[in-house]
T-cell receptor
Framework: GENVEQHPSTLSVQEGDSAVIKCTYS??????FPWYKQELGKRPQLIID?????GEKKDQRIAVTLNKTAKHFSLHITETQPEDSAVYFC?????????????FGQGTTLQVKP | DGGITQSPKYLFRKEGQNVTLSCEQN?????MYWYRQDPGQGLRLIYY???????QKGDIAEGYSVSREKKESFPLTVTSAQKNPTAFYLC????????????FGSGTRLTVV
């Protein structure tokens, strides 16, 4: 079935450094790729998303890139701050044959050390 | 509260007891979902529904049941058949094709006592 692989599972960086999280998806019909941030004990919240007709999207310190040929997409956080510490989930829309629901990656725990 | 409300926030269940978690949305979304999250783990899909009076099993449906009698509501019952129900439960909703992502509720933390 459809699958999304996310790496790394944990990531520790110094404040001010960049962080990159990578995902690979299997369904070639996927056309929407959101990223969620979940702080401890809270709900996941959408932080950025990208559609298949775009290769890159940026929002302040956060950017997402998409390579449809390779079925890869990545989250880039620059100038990391302690408040960026959280669990990040990538997701890919599944094709019409699978009802269109999102398929989530396993999550990456990001720790930003002051 | 983001258009989707879960209640209660905390719930305690005795052994052998059924409990029901509430999820209500006012976003006019067709699709609704239930996820289970264990400490330090990802999101595991329990059940989902794309239309009223219809729902599908997810990856870990055993020991759970749902209903979708109204578009706005998608309650989850954790039955006594679920042997390890202690977890954080998240409800979400979306358009039918998820083309704008999911909106999540604030979650219910269920503990067996």
């Amino acid at each position: 079935g459809e699958n999304v692989e996310q790496h790394p599972s944990t990531l520790s960086v110094q404040e001010g450094d960049s962080a990159v999280i990578k995902c690979t998806y299997s369904d070639s019909a996927s056309n929407y790729f959101p990223w969620y941030k979940q702080e401890l004990g809270k709900r996941p919240q959408l932080i950025i998303d990208i559609r298949s007709n775009v290769g890159e999207k940026k929002d302040q310190r956060i950017a997402v890139t998409l390579n449809k040929t390779a079925k890869h997409f990545s989250l880039h956080i620059t100038e990391t701050q302690p408040e960026d510490s959280a669990v990040y989930f990538c997701a890919a829309s599944s094709g019409p044959s699978n009802t269109g629901k999102l398929i989530f990656g396993q999550g990456t725990t990001l720790q930003v050390k002051p | 509260d983001g258009g989707i409300t879960q209640s209660p926030k905390y719930l305690f269940r005795k052994e052998g007891q059924n409990v029901t978690l509430s999820c209500e949305q006012n976003l006019n979304h067709d699709a609704m979902y239930w996820y289970r999250q264990d400490p330090g783990q990802g999101l595991r899909l329990i059940y989902y529904s794309q239309i009223v009076n219809d729902f599908q099993k997810g990856d870990i449906a055993e020991g759970y049941s749902v209903s979708r009698e109204k578009k706005e509501s998608f309650p989850l019952t954790v039955t006594s058949a679920q042997k390890n129900p202690t977890a954080f439960y998240l409800c979400a909703s979306s358009t039918r094709d998820s083309s704008y992502g999911y909106t999540f509720g604030s979650g219910t933390r269920l503990t067996v006592v």
